[in-house]
């Protein structure tokens, strides 16, 4: 049942169907993942440091996931549509039953590795959450919150696993441990589809060019916390110069980012390449 691109982004949805008619001519305004990865980057999950054991879990379920070929099922399911997992919290769990339960902190709005169908939880991490979980014998509990929220909650012990499409840095790896990586991801930027600025564009180079040509009118949406904020403001642990002669924007989500790139208050969004082609997916429909 195909049923993700039906449902993607639920409320944010209907708040873009309201802007996909524009202009004096009624032309219907759409999104341009331009095809060109800015970086390269690895997902894991992070998990607190010293907690060897459930490190040490995790790395031997991802492995079995992969030699099984289990991990690209998931995976590949998402990308196509043809995924139907789909979860709902139990209980919150108590001090008296905390270690019964599996607890992972997400941020649900970054398609197609986490999203609600509804109030449900959906996606390729929630699925793998939901397979640790029983394979470790105990009960899931997502607990969602901002993206910049789960290295923290991870470290004081809110959370035992943070799992939200989440790059392995240098910086991060000072904070908290990471599993094995189980996904390898890229930057890439969105525009609208009449905009030319990037059309000669063939090479990363080519993309930072053009970007540092820009001044402060030139307005990059980012999802805060992300490495696509990182590599489009600049981070010295990260390793990425930015482009300060352009003004990089945070929002919540990627989503919300996009929605203002339709509605022209900015000129582009940096995300990473999946949820940038199934947000794009969902909003030019």
């Known amino acids: 049942m195909k049923k993700l691109l039906?449902?993607?982004?639920?409320?944010?949805?209907?708040?873009?169907?309201?802007?996909?008619?524009?202009?004096?001519?009624?032309?219907?305004?759409?999104?341009?993942v331009k095809n060109i990865e800015l970086t390269s980057e690895t997902y894991a999950f992070a998990i607190a440091k010293g907690?060897?054991?459930?490190?040490?879990?995790?790395?031997?379920?991802?492995?079995?996931?992969?030699?099984t070929g289990e991990l690209a099922t998931v995976i590949d399911s998402f990308?196509?549509?043809?995924?139907?997992?789909?979860?709902?919290?139990?209980a919150e769990p108590t001090a008296a039953n905390k270690a019964d339960y599996l607890i992972v902190g997400t941020n649900a709005y970054f398609p197609p590795?986490?999203?609600?169908?509804?109030?449900?939880?959906?996606?390729?991490?929630?699925?793998?959450?939901?397979?640790?979980?029983?394979?470790?014998?105990?009960?899931?509990?997502?607990k969602d919150m901002e993206f910049d929220a789960l290295i923290p909650s991870v470290k004081n012990g809110e959370v035992d696993m943070a799992m939200a499409g989440m790059t392995v840095t240098e910086k991060r790896l000072e904070e908290v441990d990471f599993a094995e990586g189980y996904y390898t991801s890229a930057q890439v930027i969105t525009v609208l589809a009449?905009?030319?600025?990037?059309?000669?564009?063939?090479?990363?180079?080519?993309?930072e060019n053009v970007l540092k040509a820009q001044n402060k009118e030139f307005k990059v949406g980012t999802q805060k916390g992300t490495?696509?904020?990182?590599?489009?403001?600049?981070?010295?642990?990260?390793?990425?110069?930015?482009?300060?002669?352009?003004?990089?924007?945070?929002?919540?989500?990627?989503?919300l980012a996009m929605q203002d790139l339709k509605n022209g208050k900015i000129n582009a969004v940096i995300l990473?390449?999946?949820p940038s082609l199934m947000i794009t997916s969902s909003m030019n429909k």
């Open 6 to 32: 039906s449902i993607l982004l639920c409320g944010v949805l209907v708040l873009c169907s309201a802007f996909a008619l524009t202009g004096c001519n009624n032309e219907k305004v759409e999104l341009d």
């Open 51 to 67: 907690n060897t054991e459930l490190k040490d879990s995790v790395n031997s379920i991802l492995a079995d996931l992969e030699e």
């Open 79 to 90: 990308f196509t549509g043809d995924a139907t997992f789909e979860y709902t919290n139990p």
């Open 113 to 142: 590795f986490e999203m609600y169908n509804g109030v449900k939880l959906t996606g390729v991490d929630m699925q793998l959450a939901s397979i640790i979980a029983q394979k470790l014998g105990k009960t899931l509990y997502i």
């Open 194 to 207: 009449s905009d030319t600025t990037f059309d000669e564009c063939k090479t990363v180079e080519d993309v």
């Open 227 to 255: 490495t696509g904020y990182m590599y489009s403001a600049g981070d010295a642990d990260f390793g990425y110069d930015g482009f300060t002669n352009l003004e990089t924007k945070a929002y919540d989500t990627g989503a």
């Open 272 to 274: 990473d390449k999946q």
